[in-house]
Nanobody
Framework: QVRLVESGGGLVQTGGSLRLSCVVS????????MAWFRQAPGKERDFVTA????????YYADSVKGRFTISRDNAKNTVYLQMNSLKPEDTAVYYC??????????????????WGQGTQVTVSS
């Protein structure tokens, strides 16, 4: 059974930084693309960033380009999200997800088949 567990969320002031981690168990981590999505209260779950299985390509939503960085350590079955220059509009529950080739091509949440439980990120103004 695949399990994804996020950590690292919290409360931070505008301009601050946080690093989220997502540990994956129960599947061959290095075979899957990984992504982060986020969901603010009353809104849809939106794509934030994704990384290919090898880590050679990354993708970002326009709203986070230049501020967020996704990376992965296949030896540790872990994907990271470094978030810098945080803004109040970044406040959301952040979810990690894994998926195959279709998922990394579409970067659509419906194409990612495994999800974590989410971690809350709150940015105060």
């Amino acid at each position: 059974q695949v399990r994804l567990v996020e950590s690292g969320g919290g409360l931070v002031q505008t301009g601050g930084s946080l690093r989220l981690s997502c540990v994956v168990s129960g599947r061959t981590f290095r075979s899957y693309a990984m992504a982060w999505f986020r969901q603010a209260p009353g809104k849809e779950r939106d794509f934030v960033t994704a990384i290919t299985w090898s880590g050679d390509r990354t993708y970002y939503a326009d709203s986070v380009k230049g501020r967020f960085t996704i990376s992965r350590d296949n030896a540790k079955n872990t994907v990271y999200l470094q978030m810098n220059s945080l803004k109040p509009e970044d406040t959301a529950v952040y979810y990690c997800a894994s998926g195959g080739r279709i998922a990394i091509a579409t970067m659509t949440k419906d194409d990612f088949n495994s999800w974590g439980q989410g971690t809350q990120v709150t940015v105060s103004s």
